[in-house]
């Protein structure tokens, strides 16, 4: 709405002509009866033209005239005195009412311009009290209009039959006049509703001239036959017979209309009073263009809010794997916090065989339900990825870089073709070699507590985010970890959280909070630590940015109670040395004149250590100084624990594909037959040359 509203000049409510008739008929009755006498001569002068109403003489000889008058030390001549009174409407000057005296005296000549003044201010009070009366009137017309739309029945009072109502009030009762609603749509103003009869005004300037009013919020009269009226910027395309009229409003939340009414007849119509009502009707149009507008903004935004609760739940369970649980070589804890209950972060879990536990933890390039999608993606094409590698292997040798590159192979094309990229970590801790391997794609650092150390140190990877480059090839690190080490896993929302000052939380304050707490405190408690730390410094628990955390703690590797049958042997790296590993087998298996195992499982067993010995014998000890292997076996109460120590090259398992059983390749066999002959077997690695090898057999 206007924040002023400022009628055009008064002028077209009374004539100059009017005033002149008004003024003279005052006058008529005071001061023209009196002027002969005194010797003045008065005259009205509006928009050039000059009216005398008190004449004594000419003009030429009033002029002329002088009046000697006695003085001290001589005589003063004194000429014609002349006193002009402006004459106003509305704070306007309209013309002019002048005093011409020559005889009079000074005193006789200020009293009648006293009654001269008097009367134009009387005049002008009269004409303040009628206009007063006439925006009452007008307010009063506004007040029952607004009344008349609320008043509507609940049938009419869709958009669309208020704004019909409402051309149809602005121009009731006043013949040859049409109307209608314009609406700003799209940075345009068009027709919302067209008055009762065809057609509109014609000219091709009125989209313009809407634009003007709205901009400049104030109303537009245009009649070209009217002085000081509004002129379009192409007069000669407008009739001259043409009057028109554009009431703006605007709506604080940025709806902007104009009602606009048009007529052809020369009729009185566009007074200060039309303009009021006019105006008051308008803002009525757009404010219930603008409830309409926000109701269906707020359904919406209903709507939206239910299909976020249910995408939330979604992202929880497809994007935010649950924590393990019950590890024994390990203890886990997680957060996540979306900023906008659908986030791009995701968590996963991949617990597939008892001593390895793999944590993928990312985040896709963005917020919201697209990110959430991609993260969902990802997610599932890790899935597909470890369910086929474990089909090929059932012990899933393949290493976290294998697993990475797989994944990449299949989703690159794709992210580039949806403008994405991923930053993620995968990292498999393996509790038997006592590391964590990872492949770290552009995501933060993971952050390893040492307890021995009471030090936190930052690990890197080598690799860009998934979607970066179909070239990248992708490498994993291996770090060793000991007993009491905390690996802590986390997304860039929470080192880049601000606080009301734009201050970073950054990564210092997080490697402080760790120190100061991990080397006792549980997963658990830690997470919570991070969470209440990053809450007090933001203030609140509204955040920009997905927040995603693992904390995982090591633990030392149980080891199974012992029923005390262990025995040892050590041989000579020498291929004729196989039957003595499968002989001290049997041993084991047959303790106190008892086979602990029947005849299948030993067969099997005896034909992985088999296999493992070959193998060291000929790939890992070939080349070395009189190379010894020791044997070690234990038999306990669920298993059997079959132990090979040698000092040689280490065995990467990982590094080996799986066979090809339609003959193609030989390679890959002994791996293969090793996994389906015993219940676990880990290769490891200590450093300097020394290696060993587990297996297990259980005894049901």
Not at 400 to 407: F, K
Not at 452 to 467: E, Q, S, T
Not at 516 to 541: C, H, V
Request: proline share 5%.
């Amino acid at each position: 709405m206007p924040t002023s509203l400022e009628p055009p000049p008064r002028t077209t409510d009374i004539s100059r002509g009017e005033i002149l008739q008004i003024l003279r008929r005052e006058l008529a009755a005071t001061v023209i009866p009196l002027a002969p006498l005194l010797g003045c001569s008065i005259e009205l002068e509006i928009d050039g033209e000059i009216d005398r109403i008190a004449p004594v003489l000419d003009r030429s000889e009033l002029c002329s005239i002088t009046t000697d008058r006695p003085v001290a030390g001589g005589v003063f001549q004194e000429t014609s005195k002349v006193v002009e009174i402006p004459i106003q409407s509305d704070g306007c000057n309209v013309g002019l009412c002048r005093i011409d005296a020559s005889e009079s005296r000074p005193e006789v000549v200020e009293a009648i311009e006293r009654i001269v003044r008097g009367q134009l201010e009387r005049i002008s009070l009269e004409r303040q009290e009628s206009l007063l009366l006439t925006e009452l009137a007008a307010c009063w017309e506004s007040l029952e209009a607004l009344y008349d739309v609320h008043a509507l029945p609940e049938a009419c009072r869709s958009t669309d039959a208020i704004i019909d109502w409402i051309r149809n009030r602005v121009i009731e009762g006043q013949s040859g006049l049409e109307s209608e609603f314009w609406l700003e749509v799209d940075g345009r103003f068009i027709p919302k509703a067209i008055g009762r009869r065809e057609g509109r005004p014609p000219s091709a300037d009125i989209e313009a001239l809407i634009e003007r009013s709205v901009a400049e919020d104030r109303w537009i009269v245009v009649d070209p036959l009217r002085p000081g009226s509004t002129l379009p910027d192409h007069p000669e395309r407008w009739s001259r017979d043409l009057r028109l009229l554009v009431a703006p409003s605007n709506a604080r939340h940025g709806t902007r209309g104009a009602l606009v009414v048009w007529g052809t007849e020369r009729t009185r119509c566009f007074d200060s009073r039309m303009l009021r009502h006019a105006q008051s009707l308008a803002t009525q149009a757009v404010m219930a263009l603008e409830g309409d507008r926000l109701s269906q903004a707020a359904l919406q935004h209903e709507l939206v809010q239910e299909e976020m609760e249910i995408g939330s739940e979604m992202q929880r369970i497809l994007l935010l794997g649950d924590k393990p649980s019950a590890l024994g070589f390990a203890q886990v804890a997680s957060l996540a916090i979306p900023s906008q209950k659908l986030g791009g972060d995701f968590l996963e879990f991949f617990h597939l065989s008892g001593m390895h536990l793999d944590i993928l933890i990312g985040d896709v390039m963005g917020k919201g339900l697209r990110a959430s999608l991609v993260g969902a993606a990802i997610t599932r094409q890790f899935h597909r990825t470890l369910c086929s590698l474990v089909t090929a292997d059932p012990n899933c040798h393949a290493a976290p870089e294998t697993i990475v590159s797989s994944v990449h192979e299949g989703v690159a094309r794709r992210l580039a073709e949806f403008d994405s990229f991923v930053t993620l970590d995968y990292a498999r801790v393996d509790a038997f070699r006592g590391r964590l391997d990872y492949v770290d794609c552009g995501h933060p650092p993971i952050l390893h507590f040492r307890k021995a150390l009471g030090r936190c140190d930052a690990l890197y990877g080598k690799n860009v985010p998934l979607g970066f480059s179909d070239l990248e090839v992708y490498e994993q690190v291996s770090v060793p970890y000991e007993d009491g080490d905390v690996f802590v896993f986390y997304s860039d929302g929470v080192t880049e959280l601000r606080n009301a000052a734009g201050e970073l939380f950054g990564m210092e304050r997080l490697i402080a909070l760790i120190e100061s707490t991990a080397a006792e405190a549980s997963p658990d408690s830690l997470t919570k630590s991070i969470r209440r730390a990053l809450m007090d410094f933001a203030g609140g628990e509204q955040t920009d940015d997905d927040l995603t955390l693992v904390v995982v703690r090591m633990s030392r590797v149980p080891v199974p109670e012992s029923s005390g049958l262990a025995k040892t042997i050590e041989i000579p790296s020498d291929l004729e040395q196989l039957e003595a590993c499968r002989s001290f087998i049997r041993s084991i298996c047959m303790q106190r004149g008892r086979q602990i195992l029947d005849e299948d499982a030993i067969g099997l067993l005896e034909l992985a250590v088999t296999e493992v010995a070959s193998n060291i014998m000929i790939h890992g000890q070939a080349g070395f100084d009189d190379p010894r292997i020791r044997l070690e076996g234990e038999v306990f109460d669920d298993s059997v624990l079959v132990r090979f120590d040698y000092a040689g090259r280490s065995f990467d398992p990982t590094a080996t594909r799986p066979p090809d059983f339609d003959g193609s390749r030989e390679s890959g066999f002994g791996v293969y037959l090793t996994s389906q002959c015993v219940d676990q077997v880990n290769y490891n690695c200590k450093g300097d040359g020394a290696n060993f090898i587990v297996m297990i057999k259980n005894r049901n």
